[in-house]
């Protein structure tokens, strides 16, 4: 069959006539014998395509990619829902280690009729609602909500931070050289996403054969709506890239009842809160180009030589009420039309830069400035803050709502190996530094909201205690020699040392991308599983099991956990699914007993949060617990071990305490894989 016409087959019936499989079988039609031209295409043909990645560009983006940033977004799969009973079972299967043998039977009966009985309504609603938003997936709208319409305060209940690896290049540890040219590339960054040079976001199955400019060139002869087979019949799996776009000139404004996220591309300028104060300058061109390093430097270096005062109470410190509070607070300084004007230039600002005025010299400390910081010194509800330290540490505090870590992960190791390729030199000559200060009129009704503010900041972020684990004996050379699944070991041993400490199995989480769908989001990953209990019972027993035998539980553990970490990146998890019914339920007031019942209601209730991130420019990241008797565990394996940081709230666990228990569980594991 002709190839225009399998493709006007598939453009001409967006009603979606054709079968799926009928469908689908015209595309791989289309595909293979693209594939089939392509490879039999000479190098030459495909020299219109756009340079290569890393070409000389004189300084205008990070790189250009050989294929199209959006090259793929057009034919993403949408993020499957999957079938009720298949979702009723996994839950099951979560539910199983956290309760008593009676307590899973009568669930069983719960779970049992809801999946007879209404389950199969709010489900059809659902593949209704589905149907008729074939632009997205079934749980972003859904998703954003739940977000927006929290109340709490950002600081500590959303907000995570990243922190960068020092940069070793001359001056990296001076503020204002670091701040530079971290703004610097960043604006490439941004150039480089605007005008299309970013490459896509890809997961390569065999990287060695796939990451190469040959086969990108080949996918880049895909038409984009067709695109996403070629990449699969190449075993590469495009994700979704359209959080991007909420990177940058975004921010999430208050409003009563529901927030909302406010993105204005084009605008050329960033803000920057100093001590409580408040500067803008452009770090944008006209033209779109981005302003040259030296007068980011000129201009950081004059709002350091301006010296203001510090001013503790910064409207800043709004940022951190409660939302309701935020929005009414927010409602009275725009009466006044400075104000309101100030608060424009903030929400559309390219991103906050916080200089900030100390230099920690520990992890800790590092950490609780990156993470929450003082209430004047942080705009929690930009989508992206830069923070830099005197002394050149640097990281990234994001608002949650707006995306996830993917998007940031990349942004940082971008900007963190475009500066590594460019070296700061001092300017000859001083450049105009073209700085505006932002001062906001205050009434005595904002005053009294800003120190009722800062007094509940205060309070709360003292309440969070925090601790690390360095454990270098249990690096990635000592996991692929064993052959073992990292993550998995990790979330054993989180396990373990749970149990160790405390006595029973949490509620617990871990987050796993679904980017491979358009517009996905995370799913959860249930670590605690039968598997694991059996495994933590053989270690803590009395009478401890033999290696042998301990070795192939936790191969057991480690199989169990790939499989669900599988299944939540292609759409299979449990956790989303039931969301979206619940969330059906409430919006038609319909009163459901296994929402309502007590395990649904603890298996939510999540005492142990986990998530990793492991990229080279990353030194560290945290959060902290999302329940006040939880932990937050942020974790990473690299080339010098296992790094976690361990956040609770005083008064209810300590994380000194877990991380003794950790330190413990992870030298038996090691123990068990040496002779």
Known sequence: IPLHRLVVCWVTDPSGYLNYQRKHTLVMAVVRSLCCASQALPARSFSTCAAHRGSSNGGDYVHESVLPMHHFQRSLPRLPIPKLEETCARYLSAQQPLLTDAEYKLHAVVTKEFQEGVGIDLHKVLKSFDSTHNHTSYITGHWFDMYLESRDPLPLNYNPFICFTDDTNPGGDDQIVRAATLVSSAMRFLRSYRDGKLSPELYHLNPKKTDNDAIKKRLSYFPEIVSWYGAYLHKVFPLDMSQYGNLFNSTRVPHKHKDEIVTQPGRRHIAVLSKGNFYTFDVLNEDGTAVDVSTIY?????IERKGDAENSQSVACLTTQERNEWAAARIQLITDQKNAENLELIDSAVFMLCLEDSEPKDVISLSNTFLHGQ????????SLQLIVCRGGKAAVNFEHSWGDGVAVLRFLTEVYEDVKKRPFTLPVSTPTAPVTTLSFNVDDSVKAAISAATERFDKHTSSLAMDVVQYP???RSFVKKHKISADAVLQFSLQLAFYRQYGYTPATYESCSTAAFKHGRTETVRPATTEAAACVEAFLRKEPASKAELRDLLEKVSKKHSQLIREAATGKGFDRHLFALKRFAENLRE??????????????????STSTLTSPAVQLGGFAPVVENGLGVGYRVDNDGIASQVTAYNGHKNPSDFVNALHTSLQDIQGLFEE
């Open 473 to 475: 004996g249990m690096d």
């Open 591 to 608: 009163n459901v007993d296994l929402f309502e019942s007590a395990p649904y209601k603890n298996i939510n209730h999540i005492e142990l």
């Open 375 to 382: 209430a004047h010194t942080r705009w929690f509800d930009k």
């Open 298 to 302: 000129a201009c950081l270096r004059e």
